[in-house]
């Protein structure tokens, strides 16, 4: 039986591919961030799913459920690493704090960085291990090839993951592990519906009010006009199963806008954006 280790599965495209995964045969070593997740997934997905139980960010925590994974495979490697979890912190750039900005990175590049060291082993890099090299599924956005206004922080996060995966595809070649970017569009996933939570009264003074106001609806709206996350979890079992792999796979349920956003000039884009979000500066009268 192949195994895989997910990080973020208590909901979203994590919990989406877990299932898929099931589905298709594999044991899944998921990880959650609290005890009553781990016990809601088990109940829900049966035996061949273990939870592992860590924050991406905490590096010792991280290590150590690797070695539960290398005990529970017994000499042999890991299928895949599919590096899912992540927040998504918005706000006009010269409104957050460098802490806010921190703790966006922290979770979606550096916590990628610490899994991909702790597992990176168990899929072939420790020679020891018996059967075939692994792969690495890291799951960027859209936002890692265009620039969300008012995202900034999660747009840099995932352009990062872009050039992390371009270099680690290249550096891991020497094992045998293959390492491919999905860079999903909007997907029905609990990050958007955090929405509701941005604190329009902190920026009652601010200049960007009315379009983080835009922005907190059209947010809002992704929850529920996305793709099903079960979606990305066909297209990671394509990517851990498929012969030869393409190196980035793009999945949008607005194929139209995802081919507009590559073809037009980026300051006819811009125009746009900022039309739609209310960033214009006002004309003189």
Same mark, same amino acid.
């Given at each position: 039986m192949r195994s895989v280790v997910i990080t973020g599965t208590s909901t979203g495209i994590g919990f989406g591919t877990a299932k898929v995964l099931l589905d298709r045969g594999f044991r899944v070593f998921g990880s959650v961030r609290k005890a009553v997740d781990a016990e809601r997934l088990k109940q829900q997905f049966g035996s061949n799913f273990t939870p592992l139980i860590f924050d991406v960010t905490d590096e010792a925590a991280v290590h150590a459920a690797a070695g539960d994974v290398r005990a529970a495979l017994g000499g042999e490697t890991l299928a895949g690493l599919v590096n899912n979890a992540g927040i998504a912190?918005? &706000?006009?750039?010269?409104? *957050? %704090?460098?802490?806010?900005?921190?703790?966006?990175?922290?979770?979606?590049?550096?916590?990628?960085?610490?899994?991909?060291?702790?597992?990176?082993?168990l899929l072939g890099a420790d020679g020891s291990l018996k059967g075939a090299p692994g792969r690495i599924v890291m799951i960027g956005s859209v936002a890692g090839q265009n620039g969300n206004p008012l995202l900034s922080p999660y747009s840099t996060s995932k352009h990062a993951i872009e050039g992390l995966s371009e270099s680690l595809r290249r550096e891991f070649m020497l094992f045998g592990i293959d390492v491919i970017i999905i860079g999903p569009g909007v997907v029905k996933t609990p990050i958007w519906d955090k929405a509701e939570e941005i604190d329009i009264a902190r920026y009652n003074n601010s200049p960007f009010l009315p379009a983080l106001e835009r922005l907190r609806a059209f947010?809002?709206?992704?929850?529920?006009?996305?793709?099903?996350?079960?979606?990305?979890?066909?297209?990671?079992?394509?990517?851990? %199963?498929?012969? /030869?792999?393409?190196?980035?796979?793009?999945?949008?349920?607005?194929?139209?806008?995802?081919?507009?956003?590559?073809?037009?000039?980026? /300051?006819? *884009?811009? &125009?746009?954006?900022?039309?739609?979000?209310?960033?214009?500066?006002?004309?003189?009268?």
């Open positions: 912190v918005s &706000g006009p750039l010269l409104e *957050l %704090t460098a802490d806010e900005f921190r703790k966006q990175m922290d979770v979606n590049v550096l916590g990628p960085v610490i899994s991909t060291q702790a597992f990176a082993p947010m809002l709206r992704l929850s529920k006009d996305g793709l099903p996350p079960e979606q990305i979890g066909e297209l990671v079992h394509h990517v851990l %199963t498929a012969p /030869r792999p393409k190196v980035r796979y793009a999945v949008s349920p607005e194929p139209v806008q995802l081919l507009l956003a590559k073809i037009l000039p980026k /300051r006819l *884009l811009d &125009g746009i954006i900022a039309k739609r979000l209310g960033l214009l500066p006002a004309k003189g009268g």
